[in-house]
């Protein structure tokens, strides 16, 4: 089981747990949510909660509660910049099929 960082997504964090040093990492799962499914959450760790899965990679933290866990082990986090607009990009092995907006995707573990 895994979580992984891009360079680029790594930096991203580092830098906003720079800004906010009582952070602990990256918390990083899915909630149901859109026409698929699930959708991804990404916030800043302020404490680790019962029933995390701690993960770390690149010097950063990631912590995933264990009901996403089977949803998104596995993925990659990128960080890309296109034009004036940037974000975190999801290569998750485990999604089946995704909404036409890009909002929302569906797995086979449901």
């Given at each position: 089981m895994s979580i992984s960082l891009t360079e680029a997504a790594a930096a991203r964090v580092a830098g906003y747990l720079q800004e906010q040093p009582g952070k602990l990492g990256l918390r990083f799962g899915v909630k149901r949510t859109g026409c698929s499914g699930w959708a991804y959450?990404?916030?800043?760790?302020?404490?680790g909660r019962e029933g995390d899965h701690v993960f770390e990679d690149r010097g950063i933290r990631i912590f995933v509660d264990d009901d996403s866990?089977?949803?998104?082990?596995?993925?990659?986090?990128d960080f890309?910049?296109?034009?004036?607009?940037?974000?975190?990009?999801?290569?998750n092995p485990n999604v089946a099929a995704a909404?036409?907006?890009?909002?929302s995707f569906t797995t086979e573990a449901v």
């Open positions: 959450e990404v916030d800043l760790a302020e404490a866990l089977r949803l998104v082990d596995g993925t990659r986090i890309v910049r296109q034009g004036m607009g940037s974000q975190f990009v999801f290569d909404c036409g907006c890009g909002e």
